[in-house]
Nanobody
Framework: QVQLVESGGGLVQPGGSLRLSCTAS????????IGWFRQAPGKEREGVSI????????YYADSVKGRFAISSDNVKKTVYLEMNSLNPEDTAIYYC??????????????????WGQGTQVIVSS
């Protein structure tokens, strides 16, 4: 059974940091690209960062470049999203998703076959 489970969300003050985890089961992580997406209230889901687990290539949205870092542990079958210098605009539900690696590094939601349930991140003082 294919499953993605996110964890690590919570409430953090502006300027703070969080690390999100996405643990996969039921498929080989290196056959897939894992993306982090987020959806704020009243807004469309948007791509945040992607990692292609077969070679470690990464991609970031401009809004998070230099602040967020994505990494992967293929043994633990877990992808991490380290988020630093958080600001209120980062408040959203964060989802991880898996797309077959042949599609490359793309935020196109339709390419992602599997999705986690999401984890809430709130940045507020």
């Amino acid at each position: 059974q294919v499953q993605l489970v996110e964890s690590g969300g919570g409430l953090v003050q502006p300027g703070g940091s969080l690390r999100l985890s996405c643990t996969a089961s039921g498929f080989r992580l290196d056959y897939y690209t894992i993306g982090w997406f987020r959806q704020a209230p009243g807004k469309e889901r948007e791509g945040v960062s992607i990692i292609r687990n077969s070679d470690g290539h990464t991609y970031y949205a401009d809004s998070v470049k230099g602040r967020f870092a994505i990494s992967s542990d293929n043994v633990k079958k877990t992808v991490y999203l380290e988020m630093n210098s958080l600001n209120p605009e980062d408040t959203a539900i964060y989802y991880c998703a898996a797309a077959p690696r042949r599609y490359g590094l793309a935020f196109t939601i339709a390419l992602y076959d599997y999705w986690g349930q999401g984890t809430q991140v709130i940045v507020s003082s």
